[in-house]
């Protein structure tokens, strides 16, 4: 059973406009979210976290929405650009240790 | 600074046949871990290593073992490969401690088991 679910396998947008992503949990023990970005034939790099004590984070472009009663969380691109074309995972890490969790993934299209 | 570094990028195996993928991380980093990514499925942990002499499994360990050389180094072996362990591997290294929940990752190895 995933505890870490990205329902939308891909998805497409248009340059300038927003993008977002959305990730749910079912552990109510995580306590911390990331959010990485994989380009193809590269490894995952970090974009943006969160911690459970807030409800949103923004950096630049990109703004993470944590919503602790419906166990969602969201990542806001605006505005969308070409490079940002990648696969986005969701994470989640629980209070003790280090290990993450990861979602399926969602592949973004941002058409020029 | 390379960062997390993985060897082979590239592997095909016969089923049955043996490798070790070699990974080393040159930021020290206390833990070190083990994914693999599998369409649909995101990336899932095999082993990690919260510290030199130490190893633990993951969520999907069956198949596989490691060795944590030295603080540098987390080395994931397949002893009889099996086809079901195609996939692309990647290693990832993060601080330890509190207030560190970033982990950083290799490149990855695309295994193929024929």
């Known amino acids: 059973d995933q505890q870490v679910k990205q329902n939308s396998p891909s998805l497409s947008v248009q340059e300038g406009r927003i993008s977002i992503l959305n990730c749910d949990y079912t552990?109510?023990?995580?306590?911390?979210f990331l959010w990485y970005k994989k380009y193809p034939a590269e490894g995952p790099t970090f974009l943006i976290s969160?911690?459970?004590?807030?409800d949103k984070n923004e950096d630049g472009r990109f703004t993470v929405f944590l919503n602790k009663s419906a166990k969602h969380l969201s990542l806001h691109i605006v505005p969308s650009q070409p490079g940002d074309s990648a696969v986005y995972f969701c994470?989640?890490?629980?209070?003790?240790?280090?290990?993450?969790?990861f979602g399926g993934g969602t592949r973004l299209m941002v058409k020029p | 600074n390379a960062g997390v570094t993985q060897t082979p990028k590239f592997q095909v195996l016969k089923t049955g046949q043996s490798m070790t993928l070699q990974c080393a991380q040159d930021?020290?980093?206390?833990?070190m871990y083990w994914y693999r990514q599998d369409p649909g499925m995101g990336l899932r942990l095999i082993y990690y290593?919260?510290?030199?002499?130490?190893?633990d499994k993951g969520e999907v360990p069956n198949g596989y073992n490691v060795s944590r050389l030295n603080k540098r180094e987390f080395s994931l072996r397949l002893e009889s490969a099996a086809p079901s362990q195609t996939s692309v591997y990647f290693c990832?290294?993060?601080?330890?401690?509190?207030?560190?929940?970033?982990?950083?990752f290799g490149p990855g190895t695309r295994l193929t088991v024929l």
């Open positions: 552990n109510s023990m995580f306590d911390y």
């Open positions: 290593s919260a510290s030199e002499g130490t190893t």
């Open positions: 994470a989640a890490k629980g209070i003790s240790g280090n290990m993450l969790t």
């Open positions: 930021m020290n980093h206390n833990s």
């Open positions: 990832a290294s993060s601080p330890q401690g509190a207030g560190y929940n970033e982990q950083f």
């Open positions: 969160i911690s459970s004590i807030k």
